[in-house]
């Protein structure tokens, strides 16, 4: 339903199964629909959005819409609650066999100097079971989750490192966000480097989003002699433009219970 890139940009979205237990054959079939845009950027000039949806399944489709406020913990988990702060109308959705939807997304919040970040939880309701005499059929019920960010003017990301150590032959970092605005999700590289600064070993990760003023922790397995050797740690970020360095710690283990000299 949704390319790579769109799942990047949405973040992890949720899929729940409702079915019959019941032996015998039977299908198991999912929505299948289009939405767009799918990330949702306010401001104070631009308060509401307007997302189009549209049915490509062979079912007509109800869909739920929930709000909630999107934050990350002190460990990078993702937390979310409802709000009243973002507002989405209608809440109920039904549109027909390669028929469409608007679905308007804003808020009355006064912009702050921190980017707020939300989620738009989309969630298919089942509908009316077709399945066929002696079949049982699996419904499959999606649930799509949608970033909102309400920025202030001039709002920017800060990548920096807060930590670099080696523990059992892994690279722990933590990517932190100092400033106003998130990071998007993008690929890293990861660069170990010599005390002369020269590259021991390199690899490019996926990191998620960084919401303003958040860490979130990354780790890789590395080659036992450069981790023995490395002395500093650099981390390019393809969509942001920006590199950023810090040290590695001097206390590290390179293979399972072993400390380096």
């Not at 390019?236 to 000299?261: F, K, M, Q, Y």
């Amino acid at each position: 339903m949704f390319s790579r890139l769109a799942r990047k940009l949405m973040g992890p979205a949720a899929a729940a199964a409702l079915g019959l237990g019941a032996a015998g054959a039977g299908t198991a079939t999912a929505a299948n629909f289009s939405i767009n845009p799918l990330r949702v950027e306010l401001d104070g000039r631009h308060p509401a959005e307007i997302l189009a949806l549209h049915n490509d399944g062979a079912a007509p489709l109800r869909l739920q819409v929930d709000t909630t406020r999107w934050t990350m913990d002190a460990a990078g988990a993702w937390q979310t609650e409802p709000t009243d702060e973002l507002i989405a109308t209608p809440l109920l959705l039904e549109i027909p066999v390669n028929g469409s939807a608007q679905l308007r997304v804003g808020t009355l919040t006064p912009v702050t100097d921190v980017e707020r970040a939300y989620r738009l939880l989309i969630n298919e309701l089942p509908g009316e079971d077709d399945a066929g005499e002696g079949q049982v059929r699996l419904r499959v019920l999606t649930r799509v989750s949608l970033p909102v960010f309400v920025e202030p003017a001039g709002a920017k990301a800060a990548p920096r490192l807060a930590e670099a150590r080696l523990e059992q032959g892994r690279l722990h970092l933590a990517l932190a966000n100092a400033g106003n605005r998130r990071l998007d999700p993008q690929t890293a590289g990861v660069s170990l480097l010599d005390a002369h600064g020269r590259t021991l070993f390199s690899k490019d990760i996926e990191a998620g989003y960084v919401l303003a003023d958040r860490t979130l922790p990354l780790q890789l397995a590395v080659p036992a002699e450069a981790c023995r050797q490395a002395r500093r740690v650099r981390l390019r970020l393809a969509e942001s433009d920006a590199a950023v360095e810090h040290p590695v710690a001097d206390e590290r283990t390179c293979a399972a219970g072993t400390p380096s000299p």
